[in-house]
Structures are given as C-alpha cells and as structure tokens.
Nanobody, 126 residues
Framework: QVQLVESGGGLAQAGGSLRLSCAASGRTTTTCAMGWFRQAPGKEREFVATISVSGSTTYYRDSVKGRFTISRESAKNTVYLQMNSLKPEDTAVYYC???????????????????WGQGTQVTVSS
C-alpha cells in the first residue's frame, strides 16, 4: 500500500507561483510513475502532469505547458509540481496519483491509477 500526502496548496494571485509536494509512505514509489490531476468545482477530474519512473519523461496538459513543471526526488519519495504564472482557471483541488502497476507516465496520464492522495486546494484570485 502507498499513502500519498499533498501539501503546498493555498491562495495565490494571478501571475503568482505555488509549489505542490506529494510525499509517499508505506512503500517506495521509486518504481511508480507519478502525477498530478485536478478537479475544479462542477467539473470532472483532469490530468495535469505525469512523470516517469526515471524522471526522464514528462507529460503536461496543453493549458499548463510552459507554466507548470513536474519533478521527483526519489531519495525523499516525493514528487513536486511547480506552478508559475498561475491563472484563475487553475483553481481546483490538486491530487497526487501513482501508477505502480503499468508504471509508465503515459499509462498514468490515461487514467491507470493505483493510488490517490487526499488532495490540496489551490485558489488563484484575479
């Protein structure tokens, strides 16, 4: 079992930055693809970014490309999402996710998720 705990959410102004962290416990996630999803009020949960086991492959949804960066620090069993140039439409609950079965960033992007975190709220004011 893997427990994922997100932190770093909060309130930011448009154009500002936030850095989300996702700490894993229970077992190592060094063999898991990791990623971030988000869900805005009244909308379905959507893919934001995923990263491969090695960290060499990443995927981003088009609306965050060039603004968000996903990274991982295996020694700390942690994955990050650096969010810059935030927009009000980035407001959502952000969830960390892990795919430890197929363990590929592209599979995780398509929704093959083994574990979810509890989510952290990000609110961007205009």
């Amino acid at each position: 079992q893997v427990q994922l705990v997100e932190s770093g959410g909060g309130l930011a102004q448009a154009g500002g930055s936030l850095r989300l962290s996702c700490a894993a416990s229970g077992r190592t996630t060094t063999t898991c693809a990791m990623g971030w999803f988000r869900q805005a009020p009244g909308k379905e949960r959507e893919f934001v970014a995923t990263i491969s086991v090695s960290g060499s492959t990443t995927y981003y949804r088009d609306s965050v490309k060039g603004r968000f960066t996903i990274s991982r620090e295996s020694a700390k069993n942690t994955v990050y999402l650096q969010m810059n140039s935030l927009k009000p439409e980035d407001t959502a609950v952000y969830y960390c996710a892990a795919d430890c079965t197929a363990a590929t960033a592209i599979a995780l992007r398509s929704g093959k998720i083994d574990y979810w975190g509890q989510g952290t709220q990000v609110t961007v004011s205009s």
